[in-house]
């Protein structure tokens, strides 16, 4: 008896504990609080491109995403554009700065812009981004706030589990482990 009633107690002390560290974390951070994607709480330097292409210039000139970002089927991926999107304005704006050239170059020899990777969900993880755009999940939610980013990196946490579970459990998506961990 004494001691199913101790356990108890304890319980319910460390339930009140859990809502008051809880509690204490909105009071600190209203803002982390109500994110769906938590930033990265140490900054991820931006990796080197092959040209130091800037999201902020660029949507300056209100350019949508999916003039670069296509999300073609099936959709898991957004994809990076084709050079000779680019070169839609760069065949002859600002042809002569050396960044400009070197993309000339990229677009005559047909190569693909070795761009680097800045967020990776792990292998073998079920991700797409189709489910989420038609749930209405916007790219700054999970990317941050793109349009002011001269170079991209890694701002936000979205990559990890955690990430992907809290927003699930707080969108009532489903978050049985076999929904991104397939067998
Ligand atoms: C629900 C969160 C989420 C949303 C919404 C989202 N992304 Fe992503 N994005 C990710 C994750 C996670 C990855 C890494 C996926 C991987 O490793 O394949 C990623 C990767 C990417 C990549 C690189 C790989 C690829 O898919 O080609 C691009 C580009 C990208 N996102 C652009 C966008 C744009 C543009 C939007 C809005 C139209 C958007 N994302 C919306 C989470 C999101
Ligand atoms: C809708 C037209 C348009 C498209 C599409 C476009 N750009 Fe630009 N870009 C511009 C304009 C305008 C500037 C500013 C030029 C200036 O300040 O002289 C610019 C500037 C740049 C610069 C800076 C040049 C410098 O050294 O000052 C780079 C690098 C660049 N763009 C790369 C790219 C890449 C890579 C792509 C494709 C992924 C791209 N741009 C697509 C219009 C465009
Ligand atoms: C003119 C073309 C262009 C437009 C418009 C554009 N992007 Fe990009 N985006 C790129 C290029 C080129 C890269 C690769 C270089 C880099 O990472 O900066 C990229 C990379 C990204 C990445 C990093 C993907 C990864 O994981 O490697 C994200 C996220 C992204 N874009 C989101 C967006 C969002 C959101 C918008 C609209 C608000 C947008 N982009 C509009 C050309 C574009
Ligand atoms: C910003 C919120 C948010 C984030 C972050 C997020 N998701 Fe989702 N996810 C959703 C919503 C909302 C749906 C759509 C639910 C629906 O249509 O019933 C969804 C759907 C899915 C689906 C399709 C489920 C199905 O079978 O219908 C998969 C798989 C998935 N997410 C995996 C992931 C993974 C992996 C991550 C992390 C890398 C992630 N999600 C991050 C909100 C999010
Ligand atoms: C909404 C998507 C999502 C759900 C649901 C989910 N996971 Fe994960 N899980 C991930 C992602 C994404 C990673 C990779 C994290 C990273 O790279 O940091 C991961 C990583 C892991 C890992 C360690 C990495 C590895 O080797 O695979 C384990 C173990 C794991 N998950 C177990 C579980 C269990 C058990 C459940 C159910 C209680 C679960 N996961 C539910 C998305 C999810």
Redesign the pocket.
Known sequence: MMRSAGSRTLRVAAEALAILLCLCGMAGGQKTAKKMVPDNPSPHP??V?P?P???KQ??AFS???????RNPEPGKL?T??ETA??MQCHATVAKDKPAIEKLGTYASSNEP?P??????VLPGIAWTHRAHLAAGV???T???A??E?A??S?VTSVTTMYSCLNCHEMNHAKASCDTCHKH
Not at 63 to 69: E, W, Y
Not at 115 to 120: A, I
């Open positions: 931006a990796p491109q040209i292409y800037s999201h660029h949507l350019l949508p995403c999916a003039r670069c970002h957004m990076f554009p999107t680019c812009i761009w680097v990777r800045v967020y990776k916007k790219c700054e999970c990317h941050g793109v349009a980013m170079t991209m890694e």
